[in-house]
């Protein structure tokens, strides 16, 4: 079936300290794995994606690592500030459609 | 270089009543994406348009029914309206040469009275 189960559901850390969310997909032929940033009231916004044929990808403060057998994914965010807050959602693409199968968020509360 | 934009940004409708949402894709997409966002839960996928068909849909009844127009522009059509229905819906474009890629519009918050 189609599902991506996303933890922790909410992850409180202080300003400066790492944080990490994890999901894992049911579907093995999905091949992208995008992360959804989404504050109060607002759109989700794109923050980084990987493919399947990639095991880590890195974008300043961002990474993602995938792991493909266990089909493992997680978000790493380091140096945590404030302004990261929000609603963090994982989706993973479905058999060569473009449609995405989202998680149910992890809500970040980063304290200054 | 234009976004996602959708149209109206909140809507009120009672039970029973019929509404139609509307989305204009980014510049250079093709593709339209249509989502259910509860409150407090992800996207859920409601069904996509590429060259004015629908392509695939997700579990939503035929009350839900979309169209796409030659711009790429579209509307996402809800009849018999349930309080059930109340959510963002959310509109996500993406392009044939970057399918998996969606941005997301703004959303429409729709409450059902």
């Known amino acids: 079936g189609e599902n991506v189960e996303q933890h922790p559901s909410t992850l409180s850390v202080q300003e400066g300290d790492s944080a990490v969310i994890k999901c894992t997909y049911s579907?093995?032929?999905?091949?992208?794995f995008p992360w959804y940033k989404q504050e109060l009231g607002k759109r989700p916004q794109l923050i980084i994606d990987?493919?399947?044929?990639?095991g880590e990808k890195k974008d300043q403060r961002i990474a993602v690592t995938l792991n493909k057998t266990a089909k493992h994914f997680s978000l790493h965010i380091t140096e945590t500030q404030p302004e990261d807050s929000a609603v963090y959602f994982c989706?993973?693409?479905?058999?060569?459609?473009?449609?995405?199968?989202f998680g149910t968020g992890t809500r970040l509360l980063v304290s200054p | 270089d234009a976004g996602v934009t959708q149209s109206p940004t909140h809507l009120i409708k009672t039970r029973g009543q019929q509404v139609t949402l509307r989305c204009s894709p980014k510049?250079?997409?093709?593709?339209v994406s249509w989502y259910q966002q509860a409150l407090g839960q992800g996207p859920q996928f409601i069904f996509q348009?590429?060259?004015?068909?629908?392509?695939q849909r997700g579990n939503f009844p035929d009350r839900f029914s979309g169209h796409q127009f030659p711009n790429y522009s579209s509307e996402l059509n809800v009849n018999a309206l349930l309080l059930g229905d109340s959510a963002l819906y959310l509109c996500?474009?993406?392009?044939?040469?970057?399918?998996?890629?969606?941005?997301f519009g703004p959303g429409t918050r729709l409450t059902v009275t």
């Open positions: 579907d093995s032929a999905s091949n992208y």
């Open positions: 996500a474009s993406s392009s044939l040469s970057q399918p998996y890629e969606q941005y």
């Open positions: 990987i493919r399947s044929n990639v």
């Open positions: 510049s250079g997409h093709d593709t």
């Open positions: 989706a993973a693409s479905i058999r060569g459609f473009q449609k995405l199968v």
């Open positions: 348009y590429y060259e004015e068909e629908e392509r």
